[in-house]
């Protein structure tokens, strides 16, 4: 008959305990005669045997049930000593009857089993590896700051003794007062009771203070080192994280303080109730031993209790943080496309969209209180008991005249605070391990090394402006088995205007953000001068190599910063030249404030043909060996687009590639380059193109209508 392990083990055990009792049977009378110490005379002999038996049978299994197996009736007993219940129990549980054999059997299994269904709110990646290491990383990280943590700790621990010795000294009082002692004393005791009270005071804001001085220096450190470690990253990089680099900023807002907090904070938060609970129970124990003992009832409760409430409250708190984000998303969205919203009349339609975002946030929270409320219920009524039962036993102790008022009180005032301690004590490791969790994925971006490397050095005096595009095959990282340029061959010779031309998905922008190195090609080479693009420095190339992309984006701040961006040094000449090259001179001039004119955020407040100017005089301060214009005139009107292209085009020693939807824009341009579907499939002048008949000529008569 199949029997399953763990059932095999339990009734190996059993036996062996069996055994075990039997043998401690025969000494029963001897031992029955040393009372309460029998009790844990047995406990202590039993747990070898046990734990060896249990070793021998399942090697590597923890030994938690052993454990509780044969310390159940031990602490009972001990129990029931403290409250001095009437009645004789047995004074070992191997001379007991099998009733108190099976009562130890059933508790013991009985806690076992609630323990391990609350343990499933541990959390999973306690204590692996990575978290280890990431631990290790987070102490170096805050080790500079040694000089300041020494401070914190040294007022942490004077504070820590300052509010120990209130509730002793409250104590002292009362007994003086009840006993009639002198003035003197009194005077005495009231003053080091307020001296304890106002030094603790003043010893834990000065903890406080060191403390947040420390977190606010690590996190400057951590978010500078973060951004500009982010803003090197490829941009397939940004183009894969989520909801437009939310992700991003939700690190370096939320994740960076959780993370720079888990070293100090837990150093606090584990030396604070260390020193707490330690003091606390050595006065208690001062006080009554008795009373100490039963005080430890309460722990494994409120300790089940707080785990329980803990696993259902975190999964609260996540599922909260998503209902906001999902309203946050609807606002930021309604607001960023709010003409949109309005030109299609969908007020009403994104008020209801928010309100039933803000519905559910509502819901989960009113969940959350709920829940809060009845743990805080529980726990008050938990203390509570304790208290009666404090009160009950502490009765007895000053019958039998072991015990003052006084103490009565102070040891009362200690109790409160005492399982708060030790209970943060225990769930600091759990805490410690999220916010580890925290720091774990800001290190996996600091760690992450860019796809597209910047580690080029060269950057000669001169350029020619020579491109090539040699046999290039790519697929963007979010499609990788898509090639969307394939074999794909071409130069542009220096001073040579080229035209990219090709119906929408051609892949014509793909071949500028290759030339922009913003990708790397999986196949062939792009060549500057000859050089691969890899072997540029990486802002030598992106000043050689300038682009006025499709939508350019403005930062807020003035036209003056908008046309300078980059740049050090730069005149008020070159400004001025470069925004007249690009037919904005005359725009600009016309405002109130010229080139201070703030352009609000994203250049909001210029027009879109005004934006493209100023973006096109942005590349042009540069003087680059190369400069691409990828529809970058589309806002202007036919002639104006026109006029600023030639001015631009033929303007300087520079290679220009142009890429542009209207067949006239491109008809000038001294090469024309035509893809389909990722594949060179004609080049030559407009002329030769139109004359070949081919994908070109069948381009432009469709799009003639257009002009
Ligand atoms: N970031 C991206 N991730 C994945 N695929 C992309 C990405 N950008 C473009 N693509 C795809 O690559 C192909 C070529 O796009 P590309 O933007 O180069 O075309 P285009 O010729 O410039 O088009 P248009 O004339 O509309 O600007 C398209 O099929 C497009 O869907």
Redesign the pocket.
């Known amino acids: 008959m199949w029997v399953p392990p763990a059932l095999r083990l339990a009734g190996a055990l059993f036996l062996a305990d069996m055994a075990v009792l039997a043998a401690l049977a025969r000494l029963g009378l001897k031992l029955a005669q040393l009372g309460l110490v029998a009790a844990w005379l047995e406990a202590g002999l039993r747990f070898p045997a046990l734990a060896m038996a249990g070793w021998l049978l399942a090697p590597g299994r923890p030994q938690g049930a052993t454990a509780l197996l044969c310390l159940a009736p031990a602490s009972f007993l001990a129990l029931r000593t403290c409250l001095a219940l009437p009645g004789a129990p047995p004074a070992l549980l191997a001379t007991a009857s099998p009733g108190w054999l099976v009562l130890a059997y059933g508790a013991s299994g009985l806690a076992l089993l609630t323990w391990q269904a609350l343990g499933h709110g541990a959390p999973a990646d306690a204590g692996t590896p990575e978290a280890k290491a990431t631990l290790r990383r987070l102490l170096a990280l805050t080790w500079p700051q040694w000089p300041y943590l020494c401070g914190a700790f040294i007022f942490l621990t004077l504070a820590m003794i300052g509010e120990t010795l209130v509730p002793y000294y409250t104590g002292r009082v009362i007994d003086i007062l009840s006993n009639g002692f002198s003035a003197d004393s009194f005077t005495t005791a009231i003053w080091l009771m307020c001296l304890a009270s106002v030094g603790s005071s003043l010893f834990a804001g000065c903890r406080g203070g060191f403390f947040s001085f420390i977190m606010s220096r690590l996190n400057f450190r951590t978010c500078d080192q973060l951004f500009s470690h982010l803003v090197r990253q490829e941009?397939?990089f940004f183009?894969q994280v989520k909801t437009g680099g939310s992700d991003l900023t939700s690190r370096l807002a939320t994740d960076v303080p959780v993370m720079n907090r888990v070293v100090p904070a837990n150093a606090n938060i584990f030396l604070r109730n260390l020193v707490k609970a330690l003091g606390l129970y050595g006065f208690m124990m001062g006080l009554s031993w008795r009373l100490t003992l039963l005080t430890l009832l309460e722990l494994p409760l409120a300790i089940a209790a707080r785990k329980l409430y803990d696993v259902r409250h975190q999964a609260l708190l996540q599922a909260i943080l998503e209902a906001r984000a999902c309203a946050e998303a609807v606002v930021q969205e309604a607001v960023s496309s709010i003409e949109t919203v309005q030109g299609f009349g969908a007020e009403e339609e994104e008020a209801r969209r928010y309100e039933r975002a803000l519905d559910e946030t509502r819901r989960l929270k009113d969940r959350r209180d709920l829940e809060r409320a009845l743990f805080l219920l529980f726990r008050r009524m938990l203390q509570v008991t304790m208290q009666a039962l404090m009160l009950y036993c502490g009765r007895q102790q000053i019958h039998e005249g072991v015990l003052t008022t006084g103490s009565l009180v102070s040891f009362l005032l200690y109790q409160g605070n005492v399982s708060h301690h030790v209970q943060a004590l225990v769930y600091m490791y759990g805490d410690l391990q999220s916010n580890v969790g925290a720091a774990c994925k800001v290190f996996e971006y600091l760690d992450r090394e860019p796809a597209v490397g910047t580690a080029g050095t060269q950057a000669p005096g001169a350029l020619r402006g020579h491109v090539a595009f040699r046999n290039v095959s790519f697929a963007?990282?979010?499609?990788p088995k898509?090639l969307?340029l394939q074999d794909v061959s071409f130069e542009l010779r220096p001073g040579e205007v080229m035209a990219?031309v090709?119906?929408?998905?051609?892949?014509?922008?793909?071949?500028?953000?290759l030339l922009e190195r913003f990708y790397e090609p999986q196949a062939g080479e792009v060549l500057l001068d000859g050089v691969p693009l890899r072997e540029y420095d990486h802002k030598y190339l992106h000043r050689q190599v300038a682009l006025v992309g499709?939508e350019p984006v403005l930062f807020s701040g003035s036209i003056r910063d908008n046309i300078a961006y980059g740049l050090e040094g730069c005149g008020e000449q070159d400004v001025r030249a470069a925004a007249r090259a690009a037919g904005a001179l005359d725009f600009i001039s016309a405002l109130d404030k010229g080139f201070d004119t703030d352009v609000g955020e994203k250049g909001g407040q210029l027009s879109a043909g005004q934006k493209q100017r100023v973006a096109i005089a942005r590349a042009l301060i540069r003087c680059p060996s190369v400069l691409i214009l990828?529809?970058a005139t589309s806002a202007l009107d036919g002639d104006s687009e026109l006029a600023l292209q030639q001015s631009v085009l033929r303007g300087g020693a520079r290679t220009v590639l142009l890429?542009a939807?209207r067949p006239w824009m491109v008809e000038s341009a001294d090469r024309i380059v035509v893809?389909e579907r990722?594949a060179v499939v004609e080049m030559g002048t407009h002329a030769e193109l139109l004359a070949r008949g081919g994908p070109y000529s069948h381009l432009v008569q469709s799009k003639r209508h257009e002009r």
């Open positions: 941009l397939a183009q963007y990282p979010a499609r898509e969307v990219l090709g119906l929408n998905g051609s892949g014509k922008s793909t071949c500028v953000g499709q990828d529809e890429i939807h893809l990722g």
